[in-house]
């Protein structure tokens, strides 16, 4: 596939509401953890707490890798957190793993 382009059957994809949605969730999570967004981006280890803003806006997400963290520090069991961010970044994923979401 050249560089810069998207595969014919990607084009329909849009995961924008899906990652609004989970990016107010972990707005709320944060709020309740007490945490600012610099606070937050501390100790999850970012270099820029406007990563933080991004990812609540929608516009970016949390690598799988660091999910685990992220739980730790919103105090939230990683099997739970680790679930809701796939439904929500992957939902394709999710689907085909566990079935249709109870939304």
Known sequence: MARGRTSADLQQVD???????????L???REEAGLT?????????SLYY????????GHGKIIPER??????????????????????YEPCAYR????ESDK
Not at 50 to 57: D, F, G, K, N, R
């Open 96 to 99: 085909l793993i566990f079935g």
């Open 27 to 29: 707005k709320a999570k």
């Open 37 to 45: 967004q610099r606070e937050l981006a501390e100790k999850v280890g």
């Open 67 to 88: 999910w685990e963290r992220w739980a730790e520090v919103l105090e939230i069991h990683p099997r739970i957190f680790s679930l809701k961010l796939l439904e929500a």
């Open 15 to 25: 995961r924008t509401e899906s990652r609004v949605e989970i990016g107010r969730w």
């Open 50 to 57: 406007t990563y933080i803003s991004q990812i609540e806006l």
